[in-house]
């Protein structure tokens, strides 16, 4: 999977490299350097913004086993939530590294000018990464209502992508497009560190991912107690 996110990080990269040599050396606001960065590091962390996974809470509840959840002490969204911790540090040692690595060696990487941005960029990814669990946590307890959400998953990956800026920067969506969507946390879980760790905006981006964090664990809380109330589990 890291070779793959390479391959397209070369695509991309060269894409808006040729964009940026047509503009006169920049693209919304992004130099030569600062888009290569915004390439090769959105590579690394599609692995680490784990849009695409569905939750095991989908297989429970479609089985009926989530009833030997709701026996266990620890909280259904915790248990989840500690999961994904798991898989969040062994995807930033495994998949993280690699695609950035390779983006040094072939291509000329924009540096933060300020040592304390790295420290930033951690707490964005984190942060991010703890939006897309609530967002993919959502979507998963839409399973307690539907059982089969194979139509509301794939328009959340389809949007996750698009409207998160993994792609491209949401600047490149028209103008009220664009405005629209940095009304919802979507450019949080991609660009959001990405115009971190390029010095594009640093505190901005935290201070919205915070926000957005307290709103979507409410969300989350009150949907999940609303699900339980109405818990039908098939055969019993």
Known sequence: MAFTNSVFGFLKCYVFLTVAAGAGGAVLGYDRSQLATYMWVSQGI???????????????????????????????????????SGRFLYSMLIRFSFPVVVGALFFTLYLPRHPWTYALFAVALVLSAALCFCLRYLVALVCFWLLDIRGVWTAWVLMSGLFGGLQFPVELWPDRVAAVLHLTPFPLLFQGPLDVIVEKRSWQVIGLQLGWLAVLFGVCRLVQARALRKLVVQGG
Do not use: C, F, H, K
Not at 52 to 78: A, C, E, F, H, K
């Open 46 to 84: 599609i692995g680490v913004i784990n849009v695409w996974g569905q939750p095991d809470l989908v297989q429970q509840i479609r089985t009926g086993n989530v009833v030997s959840d709701l026996l266990r002490p620890v909280d259904l969204m915790w248990g989840a939530a500690a999961t994904e």
